[in-house]
């Protein structure tokens, strides 16, 4: 009877933990634009343009728009003569910067989880061998 007593306990603190937590949270955009301009614009501009032949353009980029791992792994990581921003911005910043540069400029994508920067930080952190066992 115990044993039955303790299963209903864990299942019911289990359950309201996941309904105490609610959804997961997007980034908001507007709080993206700050950190853009103080981090990004120098080389993308601010309105998304880039500088043609050295920047890209944000603004309609495929790459912008498409998977948002996608864009997230440009931020951690950096990408030709970008920088890498995973030492110098939370998870929450990276993905404010990105929710912004997906919804500005005429991009329709939606915003970034700070959940989902968490998850590409681990999974870049982890050793190769281990990122293999997990794809089987």
Not at 13 to 28: S, T
Not at 58 to 74: C, E, F, N, S
Not at 87 to 105: H, K, M, N, P
């Amino acid at each position: 009877m115990r044993d039955v007593v303790a299963r209903v306990l864990v299942a019911g603190c289990a359950l309201a933990g996941v309904l105490l937590a609610g959804p997961a949270e997007a980034a908001d955009p507007a709080a993206g634009e700050g950190l853009f301009v103080a981090n990004c614009s120098a080389c993308h501009q601010r309105n998304g343009q880039g500088i043609p032949q050295a920047f890209p353009a944000l603004a309609g980029d495929a790459l912008v728009q498409d998977d948002p791992k996608r864009i997230v792994a440009v931020l951690l990581k950096g990408r030709g003569g970008m920088p890498a921003f995973k030492a110098q911005l939370t998870d929450e910043q990276i993905a404010a910067v990105a929710s912004y540069v997906r919804g500005a400029w005429g991009n329709h994508a939606d915003p970034v989880p700070a959940g989902l920067v968490a998850a590409a930080r681990t999974e870049a952190a982890a050793p190769v061998a281990d990122r293999n066992l997990q794809a089987h």
